[in-house]
């Protein structure tokens, strides 16, 4: 039987915080204090369907935050497509 981590280092991940706001970003690194993410994204709801907007508009598109661990309801890797639409957004590569 094989095992599957629900994430690891290096994965696209989506968090829910207790705000309410869905973000995703690659995570870098994970702590008792907090979760690192480099370039988190917000999901947004959009007429077309989802979309992704930068997290934060007054700081660098290519910065890591700390998301701090009491903020976070929940975190799991991100669906395939979303991952998809991650990548092209924040890096310029369409993926198949």
Known sequence: M???TPYKVGDNVSFKLTSGEEIIGRLEAEDAKGYTVHKPMVLIAQQTGLGLAPFMFSVSANSKFVL???AVSCIAKTEE????????????IALS
């Open 2 to 4: 094989l095992i599957e």
């Open 68 to 70: 701090q661990s009491n």
């Open 81 to 92: 497509e979303i991952s998809k639409q991650y990548v092209q957004s924040t890096t310029g």
